[in-house]
């Protein structure tokens, strides 16, 4: 059974910054996209950054140029380096895997609560 681990979460000031990690439990093949979704409170869950096999990325334009998304093959991780945020990037995120035979997997998310 395949799991996601998301960590980096927390409290920040409005203009700070965090790194999102997620990793996976076991070695995953086949990946066709992984992204980073959120949902704030009485909302919508929503896309935030996607990156696929061949390392293509799209990012929400509300967190264009601010949030970056990777990810370490080797490790296993995605990440979701986040700069400037702003309060209304509070939300939890969730880590988002795809495999080119259909299989989705959901993380369990982590809390990130941007406040003075």
């Known amino acids: 059974q395949v799991q996601l681990v998301e960590s980096g979460g927390g409290l920040v000031q409005p203009g700070g910054s965090l790194r999102l990690s997620c990793t996976a439990s076991?070695?995953?093949?086949?990946?066709?996209?992984m992204a980073w979704y959120r949902q704030a409170p009485g909302k919508q869950r929503e896309l935030v950054a996607r990156i696929t096999d061949g390392g293509d990325t799209t990012h929400a334009d509300s967190v264009k140029g601010r949030f970056t998304i990777s990810g370490d093959n080797a490790k296993n991780t995605l990440y979701l380096q986040m700069n400037s945020l702003k309060p209304e990037d509070t939300a939890v995120y969730y880590c988002y895997l795809q495999q080119a035979i259909g299989n989705i997997y959901w993380g369990q998310g982590t809390q990130v609560t941007v406040s003075s």
């Open positions: 076991i070695r995953i093949f086949s990946i066709n996209v």
